[in-house]
T-cell receptor, first 119, second 110 residues
Framework: GAVVSQHPSWVICKSGTSVKIECRSL??????MFWYRQFPKQSLMLMAT?????????EQGVEKDKFLINHASLTLSTLTVTSAHPEDSSFYIC???????????????FGSGTRLTVV | QQPVQSPQAVILREGEDAVINCSSS?????VHWYRQKHGEAPVFLMI?????EQKGHEKISASFNEKKQQSSLYLTASQLSYSGTYFC???????????FGKGTTLSVSS
């Protein structure tokens, strides 16, 4: 089945530094990937849609300059949290969807998530 | 627009049943159900595409009432492994990404 790999699983960084999170589709190509943010005991909030070869589409209220998204290939999207601050600490999860084969219906596959702690 | 889930939390003993509801104020064309365990990624359970559609996955099934703009997830004879937070997701305006409800936390004890 469709597998999405996300790295790193966790990262601790100092305030003011930048952190890059990678999301890879391992056995399928994904022209579109999605980035979510999740606070403890809360829902997954869609941050942006990553589009291969073009600019990402950000949800309302998400700072484009703070959360840089690059989708350079059909299997890799990256999220860079720039000039991180403690309030950026959260669980970040990427997602992708393998296009359905004839007769089958597939949901979205999620990466294992990255827990970011900014100190 | 975020779908609305109810109840917020359910506490069960093994073998008991539960129903989780998901509704939307806008037209629904599909509903996705996921389960997330603490600290892990959400896992896909099932997708419902047509009004009136019902599906099953082990002892977990779901229905989709397109006219009422709602879906329900049925957990039958719950097992300890069913514990987690259940999210329903509906397509965003662009029809590409999923927008998730706030989740329903299910706790199953022995």
């Amino acid at each position: 089945g469709a597998v999405v790999s996300q790295h790193p699983s966790w990262v601790i960084c100092k305030s003011g530094t930048s952190v890059k999170i990678e999301c890879r589709s391992l056995d399928f190509q994904a022209t579109t990937m999605f980035w979510y943010r999740q606070f403890p005991k809360q829902s997954l909030m869609l941050m942006a849609t990553s589009n291969e070869g073009s600019k990402a589409t950000y949800e309302q209220g998400v700072e484009k300059d703070k959360f840089l998204i690059n989708h350079a290939s059909l299997t890799l999207s990256t999220l860079t949290v720039t000039s991180a601050h403690p309030e950026d600490s959260s669980f970040y999860i990427c997602s992708a969807r393998e296009l359905p084969r004839q007769g089958s219906t597939r949901g979205y596959t999620f990466g294992s998530g990255t827990r970011l702690t900014v100190v | 627009q975020q779908p609305v889930q109810s109840p917020q939390a359910v506490i069960l003993r093994e073998g008991e049943d539960a129903v989780i509801n998901c509704s939307s104020s806008k037209a629904l064309y599909s509903v996705h159900w996921y389960r997330q365990k603490h600290g892990e990624a959400p896992v896909f359970l099932m997708i419902l595409l047509k009004g009136g559609e019902q599906k099953g996955h082990e002892k977990i099934s779901a229905s989709f009432n397109e006219k009422k703009q709602q879906s329900s997830l049925y957990l039958t004879a719950s097992q300890l492994s069913y514990s987690g937070t259940y999210f329903c997701g509906t397509p965003n305006q662009a029809g590409t990404a999923l927008i998730f409800g706030k989740g329903t936390t299910l706790s199953v004890s022995s």
